[in-house]
C-alpha cells in the first residue's frame, strides 16, 4: 500500500478531493491518503464561504492525519517555497513518499531529489493509479450523492474531470465510447520528482515512469 500525502491546495477542489477519496476506498486501488494540521488549516483559510469545511469533511469520513514536525531545520531545505516546507517536512517524517498537488513549482527539485520525494498532479496521479474499471466506478459513486448536473459518469468525465484532471481524462477518454473531446487545459508542469507514478520503483530520467511503466 502507498501512502500519498495531499496538499492544501487539492483538498480545497471538490471534484479532485471527491475522487481522490472514493477511489482510495475500493478495493482494488492500493493507495492511501494522509494530510497533516498544518494542511488541513491551509485548506480551511482557503476554502470558498459556504463550502463544507473540510474538518467536517475529515471528521465524518474519517479521513487519516498524521503529526506535523515541529523543527524544520533538521531538513535542511533549500528551494522549496516556505509556505510548502512544512508540507514536504511532515510527508517526509510520515514515510509518505507522494505529494498530490497542483502546485508543482513550490517544491524545489533539489530538495526533492536529497529526500527522494516525488511531488505529483492529482490528474496524473490518478491517471496511473485507477484501473479503468475503477475510474468508472468511482464517477459512479461520486454521481450516486449528486443533486445537481452534470449527474452521470458521462457528463462529469467530459464537463469536469476533462477540465480538473486532464491527464486522467486524457488516459480513459473513449471509456464511455467515442466522444468529441473539449479543449484541455495545458498545465505547465504535473510531475517532480524521483519516484515513479504508477509503481514507486525509482525514475531514470525526467518522466514519471520507470522503465516498467
Ligand atoms: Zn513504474
Given at each position: 500500500?502507498?501512502?500519498?500525502?495531499?496538499?492544501?491546495c487539492v483538498l480545497v477542489t471538490a471534484l479532485p478531493r471527491s475522487?481522490?477519496?472514493l477511489a482510495s476506498a475500493l478495493e482494488t486501488t492500493d493507495y492511501?491518503?494522509?494530510?497533516?494540521?498544518?494542511?488541513?488549516?491551509?485548506?480551511?483559510?482557503?476554502?470558498?464561504?459556504?463550502?463544507v469545511p473540510v474538518t467536517t469533511l475529515r471528521t465524518a469520513l474519517d479521513w487519516r492525519v498524521v503529526p506535523d514536525v515541529p523543527d524544520?531545520?533538521?531538513?535542511?531545505?533549500?528551494?522549496?517555497?516556505?509556505?510548502?516546507?512544512p508540507v514536504l517536512a511532515a510527508a517526509i517524517a510520515n514515510h509518505t513518499p507522494f505529494i498530490?498537488?497542483?502546485?508543482?513549482?513550490?517544491?524545489?527539485?533539489?530538495?526533492l531529489k536529497a529526500h527522494?520525494?516525488?511531488?505529483?498532479?492529482?490528474?496524473?496521479?490518478?491517471?496511473?493509479?485507477?484501473a479503468a474499471s475503477d475510474y468508472v466506478e468511482t464517477l459512479t459513486r461520486l454521481c450516486a450523492k449528486r443533486q445537481r448536473d452534470p449527474k452521470t459518469p458521462l457528463a462529469t468525465h467530459i464537463q469536469e474531470v476533462a477540465v480538473?484532471?486532464?491527464?486522467?481524462f486524457d488516459?480513459?477518454?473513449?471509456?464511455f465510447g467515442p466522444i468529441t473531446p473539449p479543449l484541455l487545459p495545458q498545465l505547465h508542469e504535473t510531475y517532480r520528482g524521483t519516484s515513479c507514478v504508477a509503481c514507486g520503483r525509482p525514475v531514470t530520467g525526467l518522466g514519471p515512469l520507470c522503465l516498467n511503466h
Open positions: 500500500m502507498t501512502l500519498a500525502f495531499v496538499d492544501a475522487i481522490l477519496y492511501q491518503l494522509v494530510y497533516s494540521p498544518y494542511v488541513e488549516d491551509e485548506a480551511v483559510k482557503n476554502q470558498r464561504p459556504g463550502t524544520l531545520a533538521p531538513f535542511d531545505f533549500h528551494d522549496t517555497d516556505p509556505k510548502d516546507r498530490i498537488t497542483a502546485n508543482i513549482k513550490d517544491f524545489g527539485t533539489a530538495d527522494q520525494m516525488t511531488v505529483v498532479h492529482p490528474g496524473l496521479w490518478l491517471a496511473y493509479r485507477l480538473e484532471l486532464p491527464d486522467l488516459r480513459y477518454r473513449d471509456i
